[in-house]
């Protein structure tokens, strides 16, 4: 039988654990902010995104990444 695997984008609401515990994987959505797009939860925290919008005094906005990024997966889920 084929294994499903499932993908989540950075928005879903779980912890640490529970992605290892239900082997789900995340998938950044992208932040831009500034001119330059980073990746949620992997180049950017809610930390880093808070000083980027008071220096740039604009709100961020989301992109969903691209569809061949999620090609890109470790091999051990293929």
Known sequence: MKKAVIFVDSTADL???QYEQLDIHVV??????GGKAYKDGEEI????LYQLVAEHGELP???AVPPFAIG???????
């Open 15 to 17: 912890n640490k654990e």
């Open 28 to 33: 950044p959505l992208l932040v831009n902010i």
């Open 45 to 48: 925290n809610s930390a880093k």
């Open 61 to 63: 906005t989301t992109a």
């Open 72 to 78: 890109k997966r470790p091999s051990r889920i293929r």
